[in-house]
């Protein structure tokens, strides 16, 4: 018995063997683990690659043997289509640009401001509202009195047009407003009050650096929605000087798809401008709209990572 209780360990030793132990359960664990995600970085990058190798792919070459990820013809023959008119693309990056930051940064302004009130308790008609932000996802007043009311306001050939429709998102607002009231502790509201700060600076000095996390992913979705918003300039731009890149890039699809689809007359489809690279040119028009946007990732993962846990009280 003595023998027995001598050989059970105890202190550090205990300790050791039990690290040791889950060390050595987790360790397939992680392989497993690392693996997937290792599939799944290909899976996602392995699309963006084949797009590239498309663009400087021959079309002669694609319709022979198909998509590869390697080009068997290198050629710059779709970029080069795209680039006569190089003053175009130009400026719908530039439109695109301009149009997606002011808009996030509204967007970010607005819906901050709008669910932080509808997260505190003392707020009258609190529930009146966020069930009127929730109606609006369900219901809407169709697309005719929308069309409407915006070209009635004057907003027909401003970017304003471009701007206003996508500032505001219902979803968004119910995000946020859960984050404030999850994350944000009302003693630390309370602590402010008593200070003698008032509800500006609350929301500005307190609230907004404590939501970064949010602030980021909500920033994310504006971004992508903004940059790859086309329907907007359709319906509300006629200027071409003023239209974003991706409704040009679906206007030069559209005008490839209509060349190649033997509609047009014998005389025109023998030209050159009818015998332009259609799968390639595709390609290239992707790689060239995502270019900027990639670019964003990089400066908003760290948010991510943050966790919610910024605005927790030491007490």
Not at 242 to 260: A, D, H, R
Request: glycine share 6%; net charge positive.
């Amino acid at each position: 018995m003595a023998k027995a209780l001598s050989e059970i360990p105890t202190g550090k030793t205990a300790v050791r063997r039990k690290s040791f132990n889950a060390n050595n359960v987790s360790a397939p664990a992680n392989v497993i683990l690392n693996l997937l995600f290792i599939l799944l970085t290909i899976a996602c990058f392995f699309p963006l690659l084949l797009v590239i190798s498309v663009s400087f792919t021959d079309e002669k070459s694609i319709l022979e043997s198909g998509y590869n990820l390697i080009p068997h013809v290198f050629t710059l023959d779709a970029y080069d289509y795209l680039f006569k008119d190089g003053d175009k693309i130009l400026r719908g990056y530039g439109i695109s640009m301009l149009v997606t930051v002011i808009g996030t940064a509204l967007s970010l302004l607005f819906s901050s401001m709008f669910s932080y009130p509808l997260s505190r308790r003392d707020l009258p008609y609190r529930n009146f509202m966020s069930f009127f932000i929730f109606f609006t996802m369900l219901f809407s007043g169709g697309l005719v009195p929308w069309y409407l009311v915006y070209s009635n306001a004057g907003l027909k050939n401003t970017l304003f047009a471009l701007i206003i429709p996508l500032l505001i998102s219902p979803f968004n607002l119910i995000i946020m407003r859960i984050f404030f009231t999850n994350t944000i502790p009302s003693a630390l509201i309370e602590s402010a009050k008593i200070d003698g700060a008032s509800e500006w600076r609350i929301y500005s000095r307190i609230i907004m650096p404590l939501s970064l996390p949010v602030l980021a992913t909500i920033g994310l979705f504006q971004t992508l929605r903004y940059w790859n918003d086309w329907f907007h300039s359709m319906v509300f731009i006629s200027n071409n000087k003023m239209i974003s890149l991706q409704f040009l890039m679906y206007k030069v699809i559209t005008e490839v798809q209509y060349l190649n689809s033997g509609i047009v007359d014998a005389n025109v489809a023998s030209t050159e401008l009818a015998r332009i690279p259609t799968e390639t040119v595709r390609m290239a028009m992707a790689i060239i709209g995502i270019g900027p946007i990639i670019l964003v990732y990089p400066f908003l993962q760290k948010y991510f990572v943050k966790g919610l846990t910024i605005g927790a009280v030491k007490g």
